[in-house]
């Protein structure tokens, strides 16, 4: 800002050189007279009012100076004419639509004014308070306050927000760090100063939990952080720092702590849907689905799936997004404030009105789901639901009933006539269910009647009836209505025809044994085979080694230097020959060329190892797709068995191996010219053969024999094809 005396001011424009000096100068001048018309203006002026230089001289000034919207520069040009006083002022030039700072200066002949374009530090200025009033607003609903000083200063500047969490009207009182620190809790009072002195040492930051109280005599949980800096221009350690008002935080998350407890009894007691979910999160540490970590049996019922433990939430219902409840768990999630919603949920083969509640318990979501479609629905779905149900309970074999406790009157659906197979003129009543209890379940009867007419609790129970001599498997499961202050007013229950079920459960069992005794008796057929070969193979090798090598010890002082090399040569193949063998029984417990080269590789390898004792064409069909890896061992597996048999007692020159795999079926074919053999006897006595027919039964294959003496054998299995799991 430029300041000139009046004094100097009258001589100023007589010298050329200041009148340079002006126009060099960023600040527009103008000199007015007293009756306020323009008698000088630099070139600044002139481009500040967007007018030429000779065009403002001589032209009053209320025509640069709209008065009605610069009121502010007029005020300061009037006081500097008429009360011959200087004065300093800002206001905003529409004609530029700038920001300006002008200094009204009187002189001789009238006044001086000076214009510093100010926009950038108004604007400044403007975004300076904006942001101060955000930071307010951001620490009131954060409930965060501010406080800073220096040691060894008594003052301390406390935000508005601390000192409402303090328990005061904002700037109440001055605050000293010594009082500030009065009011921590008495038993964290030493702990907090400690900490401080400590930490101010070492200049380090430092960040905990304290309990304060307020001036109301009310505790809170707060978290207090603080930072320390030197300030080279007063020599002072200045430290500054925030306490943030956790106290609703802290006993949300303690009472969610103590109900943990409650979550298994929770989830297996409400009658509403009731499961728990954990975030998955990206690098970013965004939340991006939820695991399922637990469901209750109303949920899965409500879901329809009973599948959905250790599966993402968002992908198995994508509907989420679409409905809103994504962003509410998300929302949830991070501020740890329950929230609850009501939705049409119309998406991923669903459609209803369902009551979501979320409640955040520690990094987890319990998500408590109450179908309210009927609510929603009530008078124009109640028909409909009616006649569903009616088909339901004819389709699943399902009863409903309904005994009231205060009238004592028992009633049941259409359903239930058909299950106990009853006409319905007969009038239903509780111990129905002893008349028709086999014996060993009448103890179960006897506590269902009493449930049913004590309405006590709500139960679920399975028993056997008979109905018309045929056994029966009942699936009973009952809950209690009450009215609004606890008492019970009817019991609620559904009968569920569990027979069918049972039957296939115990015949699924008998077809496990059946499976394993099975397994059992193809690994022992297997390990015959083994230990044959062994014995036969391996282990007559290994004695003929040391036959050699004893009768070589034996000898060895009577042999020439070439008679004991001729023995060791001997022994030196049946060595080799021991090798080869163990290499060869190797192969057949674990086909490496088939891990590492395929099924057709392996199968080729199988032709090339019999190729000296007997002519093997091979034609192969569809193998390229890769398939279920226990499938190709199979298939290697009954091919190896079946050459085998041919190689040992086919005695045939040629043999043709057919394998065609399609979508659904592999078929595995072996046509040899040896001699045949008599089915009835081979069939019953054969072990290679009954070997092949247990792996094709446990494959849920089949397996054909065609075979005359003397005109060779044609052996076919086939076994369902699986595909390859990668592909």
């Keep these: 800002m430029i300041s000139i005396s009046q004094e100097k001011y009258a001589d100023l424009f007589k010298n050329s050189g200041a009148e340079y000096i002006l126009n060099l100068i960023d600040v527009a001048c103008l000199q007015l007279n007293t009756d306020h018309v323009v008698l000088y203006a630099n070139k600044k002026a002139g481009l500040l009012f967007q007018l030429n230089v000779t065009g403002i001289i001589g032209v009053n000034a209320w025509e640069l100076f709209d008065k009605n919207n610069s009121q502010e520069a007029c005020q300061a040009i009037q006081k500097a004419v008429f ?51 955000r930071l307010k607003l951001a620490q009131e609903l954060a409930n965060v306050g501010y406080f800073e000083g220096a040691i060894g200063l008594e003052s301390l500047y406390l935000s508005d927000e601390l000192y409402r969490i303090y328990g005061y009207s904002p700037q109440e009182k001055p605050f000293s760090f010594e009082l500030l620190f009065s009011y921590f809790h008495p038993e964290d009072q030493a702990l907090a100063r400690r900490t401080f002195e400590h930490q101010l040492r070492e200049k380090c930051a430092f960040e905990d939990s304290y309990r304060i109280v307020t001036a109301q005599q009310d505790i809170k949980i707060v978290k207090l952080r603080m930072e320390f800096a030197w300030d080279e221009i007063t020599g002072l350690t200045r430290f500054y720092g925030v306490i943030q008002d956790v106290t609703i935080h802290h006993h949300t998350k303690v009472e969610l702590k103590e109900s943990k407890e409650l979550i298994a009894f929770v989830f ?307 060595l080799a020959d021991a090798i080869r063998e163990s290499r060869r029984l190797s192969h057949e417990l674990m086909p490496a060329i088939l891990e590492d080269f395929g099924l057709r590789a392996a199968l080729d390898d199988i032709c090339n190892q019999f190729q000296l004792a007997i002519l093997i064409r091979s034609i192969y069909t569809g193998l390229e797709n890769q398939r279920d890896k226990s499938i190709e061992v199979a298939i290697y597996r009954v091919v190896q068995e079946l050459i085998i048999n041919v190689v040992k007692h086919a005695e045939a020159n040629t043999v043709i191996l057919t394998i065609n795999a399609n979508e659904e079926v592999i078929h595995i074919q072996v046509h040899d010219d040896g001699k045949g053999f008599d089915q009835d006897q081979v069939l019953n006595n054969g072990i290679g053969l009954k070997a092949i027919r247990n792996k094709t039964n446990l494959l849920n294959g089949s397996l054909a024999i065609n075979s005359e003496i003397g005109k060779g054998t044609v052996i076919s299995v086939i076994i369902p094809n699986l595909p390859s799991l990668i592909q």
């Design 268 to 574: 297996n007691a409400s009658l509403v849907g009731v499961s728990l979910l954990k975030p998955i999160r990206n690098p970013s540490g965004e939340i991006i689905d939820f695991r399922v970590e637990m469901t209750s049996r109303e949920f899965e019922k409500e879901a329809g799936r009973g599948d959905l433990v250790g599966k993402l939430f968002l992908a198995e219902f994508p509907g989420l997004k679409a409905s809103g409840l994504f962003d509410l768990m998300l929302n949830v999630m991070e501020t740890s404030v329950s929230q609850q919603m009501e939705v049409h949920y119309h998406y991923d083969g669903y459609n209803g009105w369902f009551s979501n509640m979320f409640v955040k318990m520690e990094d987890a979501l319990m998500l408590t789901t109450m179908n309210i479609s009927n609510r929603k629905f009530a008078e124009q779905e109640q028909l409909k639901n009616l006649m569903i149900l009616q088909q339901s309970e004819e389709l699943a074999k399902i009863g409903s009933w309904e005994y009231d406790l205060t009238s004592e009157s028992f009633s049941w659906s259409e359903g239930m006539y058909r299950l106990f197979n009853l006409p319905k003129e007969v009038l239903p009543e509780p111990e129905i269910y002893l008349q028709f209890a086999t014996a060993r379940c009448v103890p179960i009867a006897e506590k269902i009647v009493k449930f049913l007419k004590t309405g006590e609790k709500g139960f679920e129970e399975t028993m056997e009836i008979l109905v018309d001599e045929k056994l029966k498997v009942l699936k009973l499961r009952a809950s209690i209505h009450r009215d609004e202050n606890g008492k019970a007013l009817k019991v609620l229950g559904v009968d569920i025809d569990m027979t069918l079920q049972v039957a296939l459960f115990r015949k699924n069992e008998l077809l496990k044994m059946e499976i394993f005794k099975t397994v059992l008796e193809t690994q022992q057929a297997e390990r015959k085979r083994i230990a044959e070969n062994l014995h036969n193979g391996l282990g007559q090798l290994l004695y003929g080694v040391k036959l050699n090598l004893s009768k070589n010890m034996l000898n060895q002082a009577k042999l020439s230097a070439a008679e004991n090399l001729k023995e060791l040569q001997e022994t030196d193949g049946l």
């Design 83 to 133: 009360e011959n006083e200087a004065s300093i002022t800002e206001y905003f030039c529409r004609r530029n639509q700038n920001w300006v700072s002008l200094h009204a200066i009187p002189s001789e002949n009238g006044v001086v004014l000076m214009f510093t374009e100010i926009t950038e530090i108004t604007n400044a200025k403007f975004q300076l308070l904006e942001e101060q009033r």
